[in-house]
């Protein structure tokens, strides 16, 4: 007889910006910044990132689009990486996510792409302690997650590897 793997996820869904900490408005907006940062020509697709350090420090990223697709880099991994190379001891309290369309200023309700989580998870990992993420939703609702394991709860990390 087949077992069952239950996931439980959590997601927090606030009604509005006022719903929003101190630290977690000046993360969106920060997100929010970025993403008029980016660089997008060809998916017109502009998406900002923002992390809090454990040191107080903001720290953004945009997304940076390259004729040569593969190339390019969500805003997410350039904050994250730009981040490690700076702070590379500090930890990550809280990472907000913006994105909004070309000459659109409305912030639509994404959620960050299966590469980003991945990375997201390994930051994750390394600082053994769970960062929060925050989300536009739709009709000025906000999604904050408690957990990286929450946007992505089967995680492989460095102790799936097969040591030889």
Do not use: W
Not at 13 to 38: F, G, H, I, P, W
Not at 53 to 59: A, K, Q
């Amino acid at each position: 007889m087949a077992g069952a793997l239950n996931i439980t996820i959590h997601i927090d869904v606030l009604d509005s910006a006022e719903e929003l900490t101190r630290e977690e408005k000046q993360a969106m907006q920060l997100a929010e910044e970025a993403a008029n940062d980016a660089y997008a020509p060809y998916s017109n697709f502009f998406v900002g990132a923002a992390l809090l350090l454990d040191n107080g420090t903001f720290f953004k990223g945009s997304n940076q689009e390259n004729a040569a697709y593969p190339s390019g880099l969500c805003a997410e991994r350039t904050a994250l990486f730009a981040m490690s190379s700076h702070y590379p001891k500090q930890k990550i309290k809280l990472i907000a996510v913006a994105a909004r369309r070309q000459n659109e200023t409305r912030y639509l309700p994404v959620t960050p792409c299966g590469a980003c989580r991945q990375v997201m998870s390994e930051y994750e990992f390394k600082q053994q302690m769970a960062i929060p993420v925050l989300l536009h939703g739709p009709d000025g609702k906000y999604y904050r997650s408690r957990s990286i394991q929450d946007l992505l709860p089967l995680q492989f990390t460095k102790d799936s590897l097969l040591e030889f």
